[in-house]
């Protein structure tokens, strides 16, 4: 379980932050846009992994030592997973709508921050010999 948390907390983080933050990375690397293209239909898959990685870091934290080294990725998947997973539900309950308002002005911080908190992660915790 503790692979499948890292690996799901590590790959969010980059790919939903990537996703989130796109509109600030688009005008700065236009060779991007294809790659961004691919990854559009997926959004909410990714999303949801995303999300599901975050959640499984609360709970499975990877070492007692880890416990704080995971709070901020996994604050970071949550919210941003929370954000990309939401843009596509049809009739969504009107308190996940006011959420999902109040979060999404600040899509693109949050994925800049989840893109250097999966990148903390990956060489932080990924080169910890627990596996």
């Not at 997926?42 to 990877?62: D, E, V």
């Not at 007692?64 to 941003?80: N, Q, R, T």
Request: aromatic letters at 20%.
């Amino acid at each position: 379980m503790y692979q499948l948390t890292f690996w799901l907390l590590t790959l969010g983080c980059l790919f939903g932050g990537f996703m989130a933050a796109w509109s600030w990375f688009a005008p700065k690397f236009p060779a991007l846009n294809k790659f961004h293209d691919k990854m559009v239909p997926f959004q909410k898959w990714i999303g949801l992994a995303t999300l599901l990685g975050g959640i499984l870091a609360l709970f499975y934290p990877l070492g007692a030592e880890l416990i704080v080294g995971d709070l901020l990725p996994s604050f970071a998947a949550i919210s941003v997973g929370f954000v990309l997973a939401v843009t596509y539900i049809q009739n969504k309950p009107q308190f996940v709508t006011n959420l999902y308002n109040s979060i999404s002005p600040y899509r693109v911080p949050l994925g800049l921050i989840a893109i250097a908190a999966g990148l903390l992660h990956w060489f932080f915790v990924g080169t910890h010999p627990f596996f």
